[in-house]
Each structure stands twice: as structure tokens, then as C-alpha cells.
């Protein structure tokens, strides 16, 4: 098919400038990206009809890598805090 309309794990890395640039960067093109990636996630990991821990433990460490992004700047000032 047309090279817009393959996945990303399809596209070979010589073609991989000419299918960025034919991807929508506006708000409506990411939300539909977005969108796609919680159903192909959703489809492959959640609704199985015999799941393990694997999708929802990749949710929660996901969710832990981010809680410490957050979180970081609080930590790197108490770092070096001398509690006697």
C-alpha cells in the first residue's frame, strides 16, 4: 500500500524521512495517534481472552517512570539533606 498508510514497525528506515513527512502533526492528527495507540494497546494486552499482569503491569511502571518525572526537581533539592 501507500506509504502513508503502513505502520511505523513497516517502514524501512530509508523511508522512514518521507513517512514522517507525511504524517498530520495538528492537533486532530495527534489525537488520532494517540487514539490508535490505546486501541492497538488496548487490542493486544487488555482485551484477550486469556490475559496476564503484562498490560496492566506496563500501565503502573509506565505510570511510575512518569510519577518520578514529575517528581524529579523535588527530589534532586532534598538529595543531599543530612537528616541526624
Known amino acids: 500500500g501507500p506509504l502513508s498508510e503502513r ?14 513527512s507525511t504524517c498530520s502533526f495538528s492537533a486532530q ?10 486501541g492497538s494497546y488496548c487490542a493486544k494486552y487488555i482485551h484477550v481472552k486469556q490475559g496476564g499482569p503484562a498490560g496492566i503491569s506496563m500501565l ?3 505510570y511510575c517512570l512518569l510519577s ?8 534532586k533539592r532534598h538529595r543531599w539533606r543530612k537528616y541526624h
Open 7 to 20: 505502520p511505523l514497525m513497516e517502514v524501512r528506515l530509508g523511508e522512514l524521512h518521507t513517512w514522517v
Open 60 to 62: 503502573l511502571a509506565g
Open 68 to 75: 518520578y518525572g514529575w517528581n524529579y526537581q523535588h527530589f
Open 29 to 38: 492528527g495527534l489525537l488520532g495517534a494517540v487514539q490508535r495507540a490505546w
